[in-house]
């Protein structure tokens, strides 16, 4: 008696396929190939074979579920969660501005106003502080996805350090140095300068999630902002004298900042009060140079309106930039501490 075995794949009955047919018109009985005995098991197999095709494709359709589920996120929770970090941004913005209008302009101008000249030179700077900033923005997005980031991390990294310090420091010098008249130079280094801005701040932008910088971008521009209101809204020339107290204070973080490289590994206690003076103190100083920097753009404006010295809001906006990159710089290292906490 002829049997088919079931576990038999289709390439092999279809080689065999001759022989098979050969054997079953001379031996086999008509009526004994179709047995009900084989016909229940071919039932079975089938079965069995379309429940297994079937429960693999609800494991798949599970699978996808629970990833897109995990990707997933409700437009109602994420309009909450926007509408509280802009909650948590307008709450440093007026904290800031109560704080420090309490703690330092109790006296305002005497006129109530700002001249109009003053104003323009101060709306000018802050117009080129934010072209500053988007400049450095969008040049350290493209260094990271070009992989430019990537070839200054896995080089030496004090070489780089070191040449990107003397860069900047060099661009710096050299823009502050040309004259305002001249415009294309002027501008040229001023852009280097942004550039090399945006190399030393762009592996940064490897570690940190982009929602992480948003929200320290959201930070650091309420900061600011309620720092320059008081700023130009007091009295003239009133912060002008915290110059020295803010540069000494600028020295004490930039020494706290080397202090992991000279300290050893097990004094702990020590090396967490350097990152903590390092991380708050100098989101004061550098606070504190903000609103030094305002009087200071106002300062120059009235010497400009007498002739003393030129218009350059060029010069002006690059303290007011290097004071929002060490301000952001300090609120990202702030929000990750704070994140892997959490977990």
Wanted: charged share 15%.
């Amino acid at each position: 008696m002829f049997t088919i075995t079931l576990r038999a794949g289709a390439g092999r009955l279809a080689a065999n396929a001759p022989q098979l047919a050969r054997a079953f018109h001379q031996s086999a009985p008509k009526n004994t190939f179709f047995t009900p005995r084989t016909a229940s098991l071919a039932f079975r197999a089938n079965t069995k074979t379309s429940s297994n095709i079937f429960s693999r494709l609800q494991g798949a359709s599970r699978g996808y579920r629970a990833q897109y589920d995990s990707v997933y996120v409700d437009p109602a929770v994420r309009r909450k969660e926007l509408f509280r970090k802009l909650m948590i941004g307008g709450a440093i913005f007026g904290g800031t501005l109560v704080t420090v209008n309490a703690m330092f302009n109790r006296e305002t101008r005497e006129d109530g106003g700002m001249p109009p000249f003053e104003r323009s030179y101060l709306n000018r700077t802050f117009m080129h502080t934010g072209l500053g900033v988007g400049i450095i923005g969008l040049t350290a997005y493209q260094m990271v996805q070009s992989g430019f980031v990537y070839r200054l991390m896995v080089t030496n990294p004090w070489i780089v350090g070191i040449g990107g310090l003397a860069l900047s420091i060099g661009s710096m010098i050299a823009t502050r140095s040309i004259d305002p008249d001249n415009y294309i130079p002027k501008y040229a280094c001023w852009t280097a300068f942004n550039a090399t801005q945006a190399a030393l701040i762009a592996p940064l932008m490897t570690i940190a999630p982009p929602a992480l910088l948003a929200r320290a971008g959201l930070y650091t521009l309420a900061m600011m902002g309620s720092i320059s209101f008081v700023g130009a809204t007091a009295k003239q020339d009133k912060y002008m004298y915290i110059g020295g107290p803010l540069l000494a204070g600028a020295a004490i973080v930039a020494v706290s900042g080397f202090a992991p490289l000279v300290l050893p590994a097990t004094a702990v206690r020590t090396l967490a009060f350097t990152e903590n003076l390092w991380l708050y103190g100098g989101l004061a100083v550098f606070g504190g140079f903000t609103l030094y920097d305002v009087q200071k753009v106002l300062y120059h404006a009235r010497a400009a309106q007498r002739g003393i010295i030129k218009e350059d809001p060029v010069n002006e906006s690059i303290s007011l930039e290097l004071d929002f990159l060490n301000i952001f710089v300090r609120m990202v290292q702030i929000l990750m501490m704070q994140q892997n906490r959490r977990k």
